[in-house]
């Protein structure tokens, strides 16, 4: 009997001298450092063990995360397919700064409004929550066009596979504040059953224990 499961592998791009300075990155387009790097020729690794592993990779087209999908591509003989649609969030205004200097500008009340509900406030010129998640619905039509089944590897932000995920979970818009995503943690997403009625369920959910 043919397996019809869909299964998607999450992957959070690795981590940048950004991340560490906690300067939002949004679209800015960010090199992984040197951990980095090795965090993604882990989760390489790993993904190339795996009983299934993928089929197809998917990516941003931001250098961090095409850089992570090319080095779990490489040992699978993969192409990496990379689109704009996986992008991070953009944050307008507020992209490269850290918390200090959004405060400094006199944003720490929208700031403060921000970190607690994103889905309401955004920054300056950023792109809505809604919007992004639009984003991210074109992207799921764009994978089932092409995928009915088997394993796809989608490597992302910590901003645009969370709402992969709660769109997996068909959790409401506040659970985007709920959800965290470490550097190159892999979740997994399976999707079954006829085409009119998939169920989507979240098997796995963060998982950075390639790098212990």
């Known amino acids: 009997m043919t397996d019809s499961t869909?299964?998607?592998?999450?992957?959070?791009?690795?981590?940048?001298?950004w991340n560490r300075a906690l300067r939002l990155q949004g679209h800015s387009d960010i090199l992984l450092d040197s951990e980095g790097e090795e965090?993604?020729?882990?989760?390489?690794?790993r993904m190339a063990a795996m009983t299934r592993p993928p089929q197809a990779i998917y990516s941003s087209d931001l250098t961090r995360a095409r850089y992570t999908a090319e080095a779990i591509a490489a040992p699978l003989g993969?192409?990496?397919?990379?689109?704009?649609?996986?992008?991070?969030?953009?944050?307008?205004?507020?992209?490269?700064?850290t918390r200090e200097?959004?405060?400094?500008?006199?944003?720490?009340?929208?700031?403060e409004r921000?970190?607690?509900?994103?889905?309401?406030?955004?920054?300056?010129?950023?792109?809505?929550?809604?919007e992004a998640w639009?984003?991210?619905?074109?992207?799921?039509?764009?994978?089932?066009?092409?995928?009915?089944?088997?394993?796809v590897a989608i490597v992302g932000h910590g901003g645009s596979l969370r709402l992969l995920l709660m769109e997996a979970l068909?959790?409401?818009?506040?659970?985007?504040?709920?959800?965290?995503?470490?550097?190159?943690?892999?979740?997994?997403?399976?999707?079954?059953?006829?085409p009119e009625a998939r169920i989507r369920r979240v098997m796995l959910l963060n998982d950075t224990s390639h790098l212990l």
């Not at 068909?170 to 006829?194: C, D, K, Q, Y």
Request: charged fraction near 20%.
């Open 114 to 130: 921000y970190r607690l509900h994103p889905h309401q406030h955004v920054p300056p010129g950023a792109e809505t929550v809604e």
């Open 6 to 17: 869909l299964r998607l592998y999450l992957v959070r791009h690795g981590i940048t001298a």
């Open 101 to 111: 200097e959004i405060e400094a500008r006199g944003d720490a009340e929208h700031l």
């Open 170 to 194: 068909a959790a409401p818009m506040v659970t985007f504040r709920h959800i965290l995503l470490g550097n190159t943690g892999l979740s997994i997403i399976e999707e079954s059953g006829p």
């Open 134 to 151: 639009g984003r991210m619905l074109a992207f799921l039509d764009l994978i089932h066009q092409s995928h009915t089944h088997g394993e």
């Open 78 to 97: 993969l192409t990496v397919q990379t689109t704009p649609l996986l992008r991070e969030l953009m944050l307008g205004d507020w992209e490269g700064l």
């Open 39 to 45: 965090q993604a020729r882990r989760i390489a690794a």
